[in-house]
């Protein structure tokens, strides 16, 4: 047993000093009109902009027309008043680098012109461009030192913000990240080009429809947030925890989420306060947080947002994850992002929840009224299909990561196996189109479409199936192997771009049969035929966790990519390298940079994983355990406490032979690839560090309670 003495974490006093922003909203009825309310937004920038300089930013948002360069001072000007007068004293280019963080470099509003004089503004172009250093943020090789400029560039598609903290404001301005020479340095310029990718392409197919009025097809995004909350206190003792996120160590506590009993049980006092203060701290900054509960594990918790067009929901992603962190802090609890922090317990997810919307509200993904928009519906569930079916290595490799690796695949995520979930309406109807004999169950009045029959298709016609990694909810897709530490820029991005290359395909061929005269509905008809035919493959609503899907899914040729490691090569593969240049999402010097960037996060997260196991094993657990034989030896008397002398010498012995594998597995050769690096973390590497584990965890159910020198599963998991 840990005893938390002062000095770890935070003292009462300064728990409830900065639990001071929370207490504010301690009266009920204060959310009224708090939403949005330090954003820089459509309304506000109504009120305050000129009319004409309204008009053309709108436009610009809308249209992704240039930014007229007469107008930026402006919008500078007025985002600078509106900023102090609610408190702001910097302002900060805000960016999204390939750390997977967030990134901000904080301005004084004030600048000193001399004579002990300061002028007090904020120019246009600082607004628009920012020039940080990027030598320090990962560029995978696309940048040398010498030529180190990145440069900052303002997204006006996603507005302004006030950030505040304890001593004040900042304003904060979403940003893209550039080399000098344009390439992407960051996670948010290929989501924002495969945005445009896919309208592109939609528009093509609502064209085709006989939609002449829809202008912008966007992605919308909605993205749920598993974490878990432990005491700060607790976790200041575990040096595992502050360095890789997750308990390298720790023996099953006799109680972990058998019970069933917290899944949406009641939410703790201490939590809810947390979660109180950062919901308020989201509304305030226009996040449209919707539901928060207990998750499966203990310590486990949820926060679900409103969807929002996929830019807009991704910068508030990571806002959600960063304010997480914080506002946990000021309630002395530590907030685990990482996605299995707990071996023995459910890890922590990151639904993404994507769809297609016209710009006048038709979700694409919903079933329609008519016999035209249901034929509609099914072309794009159709081409969702053929995109997942074809990409599904580039789909998983958008969520690879060292940390993804312990979920996906256990009983609890889905499997790194990508399948489709459509429910039982849909999958006959595509069962139907594939082989005409297969009738669907339906009892409804059927509807026709060119010269097909088909069921009325009602809307939300669909089971929920928790096991499938890409499942239809009814009118959007949620695409569940996403780890809870990613920014979902990255699924997005790969779901766009796979979606835009299926649509591309399909517009491509129903245009030039339209055009050489043939009968639209018929195309359309043969179309959709053709297409369950070669896809029905990836179709899939038994448990994605049986043994069964394992071989079920190789016998249908489904690729199932356990290991982060394998993924690599899918980074920058040929197939990938075509998809991503053709719709302008990514260069092949962006994939290759990207290869680096993502093999060395996983190659480092591993090392530090097995440095860190090594000293807490060697400087902790070793000496606790010989103190421990020490007393035991002294203390033995009969033949059956000899006996246990035994047991723990061997245990010790060990723990001596696998921290000494360990060390020397952790030497690279120098000779060796950046795959070849990887390959040994997942072939060696991890499964040393398991090992080691075992002894370990052996030991923490025989050594003394009062010698263990960290925090047990159970201190950690049920202090609340
Ligand atoms: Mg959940």
Excluded at 578 to 600: D, Q
Aim: proline letters at 5%; hydrophobic letters at 40%; one cysteine or more.
């Amino acid at each position: 047993m840990v005893a938390i003495g002062s000095g770890n974490g935070l003292s009462e006093s300064e728990l409830t000093a900065m639990g001071g922003v929370a207490s504010r909203m301690q009266t009920s009825g204060e959310l009224t009109g708090i939403f949005g309310k330090l954003v820089f937004s459509e309304e506000v920038q109504r009120q305050k902009l000129p009319s004409t300089v309204f008009k053309s930013l709108r436009d610009t948002i809308r249209s992704g027309k240039p930014l007229d360069s007469g107008i930026v001072d402006t919008i500078a000007a007025v985002m600078r008043d509106w900023a102090v007068d609610n408190g702001a004293t910097h302002f900060s280019h805000w960016f999204q680098p390939m750390t997977g963080n967030t990134a901000e470099k904080h301005d004084c509003f004030i600048t000193p012109i001399g004579g002990g004089r300061s002028l007090d503004k904020f120019s246009g172009v600082e607004l628009v461009r920012g020039e940080p250093d990027a030598s320090s943020f990962p560029s995978g090789g696309l940048r040398a030192t010498f030529e180190a400029r990145g440069y900052t560039a303002w997204d006006p598609t996603s507005p302004a913000f006030i950030l505040r903290h304890s001593r004040g404001a900042t304003l904060v301005i979403p940003t893209i990240f550039v080399s000098w020479s344009g390439e992407a340095l960051d996670k948010k310029t290929p989501l924002l080009r495969s945005i445009r990718a896919v309208n592109e392409q939609a528009l093509r197919i609502l064209r085709l429809f006989g939609d002449t009025t829809t202008r912008r097809v966007e992605v919308t995004m909605g993205a749920e947030q598993e974490y878990f909350l432990v005491d700060r206190r607790l976790a200041a003792l575990r040096p595992d925890l502050l360095v890789t996120g997750r308990t390298l160590f720790g023996a099953k506590p006799p109680k972990g989420q058998e019970l069933d009993d917290n899944y949406f049980g009641a939410i703790p006092e201490r939590v809810l306060a947390f979660m109180t203060e950062l919901e308020y701290e989201l509304l305030l900054l226009g996040v449209p947080v919707k539901t928060r509960h207990n998750e499966a594990a203990p310590a486990q918790f949820e926060l679900a947002p409103m969807f929002e067009t996929a830019n807009l929901a991704t910068d508030h992603q990571m806002l959600v994850m960063q304010l997480l962190r914080t506002v946990a802090s000021r309630h002395g609890f530590l907030c685990l992002l990482h996605e299995k922090p707990f071996a023995g317990v459910n890890g922590s997810g990151k639904h993404n929840n994507w769809s297609l919307m016209t710009d006048d509200g038709e979700n694409l993904f919903e079933p329609g009224e008519t016999p035209e928009s249901n034929a509609q519906f099914l072309v794009f569930c159709a081409a969702a299909m053929r995109a997942v079916h074809r990409y599904g290595n580039l789909l998983r490799m958008s969520v690879c990561g060292a940390g993804n690796d312990h979920r996906l695949g256990a009983s609890e995520a889905p499997p790194a196996i990508m399948s489709i979930f459509l429910g039982r309406a849909l999958d006959e109807i595509f069962e139907h189109l594939a082989d005409n004999e297969k009738k669907p169950h339906f009892r409804a009045e059927p509807i026709e479409i060119g010269i097909s029959e088909f069921p009325t298709l009602s809307r939300h016609d669909s089971d929920r199936n928790r096991t499938a990694p890409f499942a239809f909810t009814g009118n959007k897709f949620e695409f569940r192997a996403v780890g809870s530490s990613q920014n979902p820029a990255g699924s997005t991005t790969v779901l766009n771009t796979i979606m835009a290359e299926s649509l591309d395909h399909f517009a491509t061929r129903l245009e030039s049969e339209v055009a050489a005269g043939r009968e639209f509905r018929a195309a359309v008809h043969d179309l959709l035929v053709e297409s369950a035919k070669e896809d029905l493959p990836i179709l899939y609503s038994g448990d994605c966790y049986a043994d069964y899907w394992k071989m079920e899914s190789a016998r249908r040729g489904l690729p199932n990519v356990v290991s982060s490691a394998d993924c690599l090569p899918h980074v920058n593969s040929k197939s990938s390298i075509s998809l991503f240049t053709k719709y302008g999402v990514y260069s092949e010097a962006e994939l290759n940079s990207r290869f680096e960037i993502i093999a060395e996060g996983y190659i480092s997260i591993v090392r530090i994983e097995a440095a860190s196991a090594i000293e807490i094993a060697g400087t902790m657990i070793l000496q606790a355990a010989l103190r421990y034989k020490k007393e035991l030896q002294a203390a033995a008397s009969t033949e059956l406490q000899l006996e246990l002398v035994k047991e723990l010498d061997d245990l010790i012995d060990r723990l001596i032979g696998r921290l000494r594998n360990l060390k020397t597995l952790s030497n690279f050769r120098d000779e060796w690839t950046t795959q070849q690096q990887a390959d040994h973390c997942r072939a060696v590497l991890l499964p040393a560090i398991s090992a080691l584990r075992q002894v370990v965890d052996a030991l923490e159910g025989v050594v003394d309670d009062e010698l263990w020198p960290l925090p047990t599963y159970t201190e950690l998991l049920f202090s609340r």
